[in-house]
């Protein structure tokens, strides 16, 4: 079992951890769970640390189109094709290496793996400016990025595999809300200051002569930040480990065998370890409604993507909205307000209503937002749709995250994490691809509302066929 995490919220027989029974109310009233996460002071330090971080993230990508753009200018690079690979690069990592991380976050610390990958995040981030100024050569960075992403996918994993060692199984759903709420705001004002920040000439008379470096200098101090918050909880604490106990034994190979032979091994190891994941997921339907509800996720996310940002940046005669880049910023800020709002409130009141259904109606009112964009054909009309859309996106996530942490055993939480790391981010690469090839034959608001519908029907077919196995409204716990 996972040791003491805090001598004020010790860990208990079933694996959670209590909070003293002066804020422990018998009957939970709306905002206590909430409210009572706010008081763990390990959960906000992590939270709070892991924010900071993420805004670093998201300067860090807006730095990399401000260079990118500053020498497309300089030294005549094809700005557009340099942007896509480096979406390849950022996704890449999860695509090669997603299941696999699983495995070894498992067997690992997990609070030493989260130090040690931002403590070289920090170190690689901060060389990208003085390696671009020296060589200008965009494919050493994409190495180097290519190794920061590596480390975020092992830091990700680990990340979201070690919550329910902070709260109790009971605060779940709100410490994800919390996570969410404050990660929404970082990602908000990453995205929005970013831009502001790798173009503020100020850095000039500090010594910084290209601006844009900047935003390299400021996500390594973030992850600093990261850093400390870590070991913060490391010092006062006694540092968990996963119970291995729960894995299931593998042969191990003999002492006096071969190199080859014990390398051999232990990769039958790791796939029967895969393999025992992939398992579990199919013969769990908690799990499995999960990664089905991926799929659903990617849809919308893809034709988005794809089919509603080129609507916007098109000019009318072209039938788009003919409002440029910065409307699909304007947009994507008032989407971000939706979610800030309802990553608050459903951690509220969350817990009253069932997290399938709330999976379920959310995707039911994002496909029927899709399907409407086309109709009113309106980028004022847009505007309100896109706040919507944002109220009812954070509770898929936190409804997602709070199901898996709720079911997957702690032994192969990591595992289970990072497979659906790859799952989202191979789906969505392969829904682009696909799209896009379908944009050569249908019109993009054509092609909205057909996705838009497609998400509508499944998620009430999903609805009717499980109605039966229980009240889908309220939770029962």
């Keep these: 079992m996972p040791e003491e995490l805090n001598k004020d919220h010790p860990v208990n ?24 996460v706010l008081k763990i002071r390990n959960f906000m330090i992590f939270s709070l640390s892991q924010s900071v971080s993420l805004f670093g993230d998201k300067l860090d990508y807006m730095a990399l189109l401000a260079m990118i753009a500053f020498f497309a200018n300089k030294l005549g690079w094809q700005s557009a094709r340099a942007i896509s690979y480096l979406s390849v690069i950022i996704t890449l990592p999860t695509i090669l290496f ?29 060389f990208i400016p003085f390696i671009i100024i020296k060589t200008a050569n965009l494919y050493l960075v994409y190495s180097i990025s290519f190794a920061v992403f590596l480390f975020g996918l092992f830091f990700n994993t680990a990340r979201l595999s070690i919550i329910p060692n902070l709260v109790a199984k009971r605060r779940l759903l709100a410490a994800n809300s919390f996570m969410n709420f404050v990660g929404r705001i970082s990602t908000f004002l990453g995205m929005f200051f970013g831009g502001l920040i790798v173009d503020w000439q100020i850095w000039h008379r500090i010594g910084i002569h290209y601006s844009w470096s900047a935003g390299f200098y400021i996500d390594s101090l973030s992850y600093c930040v990261s850093v400390l918050g870590l070991v913060i909880i490391a010092a006062k604490t006694k540092v968990f480990r996963v119970n291995l106990e729960q894995i299931p034994e593998q042969p191990q190979p003999s002492s006096h065998s071969p190199v080859f032979s014990v390398a051999q091994a232990q990769e039958k190891k790791m796939i029967e370890e895969l393999r025992l994941a992939f398992q579990y997921i199919r013969k769990t339907p908690q799990v499995l409604f999960v990664f089905a509800s991926i799929i ?14 080129p609507i916007i940046q098109s000019p009318v005669s072209k039938m788009g909205f003919g409002v440029g880049t910065k409307g699909v910023g304007f947009v994507a800020a008032v ?72 079911i997957v055993p702690e032994a192969i939480r990591g595992r289970i994490f990072s497979t659906r790391e790859w799952l989202l981010n191979l789906s969505f690469g392969v829904s682009c691809l696909v799209v896009g090839e379908l944009t050569n034959f249908f019109s993009k608001q054509h092609l909205l509302y057909v996705a838009g519908s497609l998400i509508v029907v499944i998620s009430t077919i999903y609805i009717f066929l499980l109605r039966k196995k229980g009240n889908w409204i309220v939770n029962k716990k």
């Design 13 to 36: 027989d079933e694996n959670e951890m209590t909070e003293p029974i002066a804020i422990k109310p018998v009957i939970p009233k709306v905002g206590s769970q909430f409210l009572a």
């Design 98 to 126: 997603g299941p696999l991380a699983g495995v070894l976050v498992d067997r690992w610390n997990r609070l030493k793996v989260l130090i040690f990958c931002d403590s070289c995040r920090t170190i690689l981030v901060a």
């Design 296 to 309: 659903l996720m990617v849809i919308i996310g893809a034709s988005v993507f794809v089919l509603l940002v």
């Design 335 to 406: 989407g971000a307000i939706g979610l800030v709002i309802s990553s608050m409130s459903y951690g509220i009141v969350g817990h009253r209503i069932s997290k399938r259904m709330t999976i379920l109606v959310s995707f039911i009112v994002l496909g029927v937002i899709a399907a409407l964009i086309p109709v009113f054909n309106s980028f004022y009309a847009l505007l309100p749709l896109a706040f919507i859309a944002g109220l009812f996106l954070s509770p898929v996530y936190i409804a997602q995250d709070t199901i898996l942490h709720e």
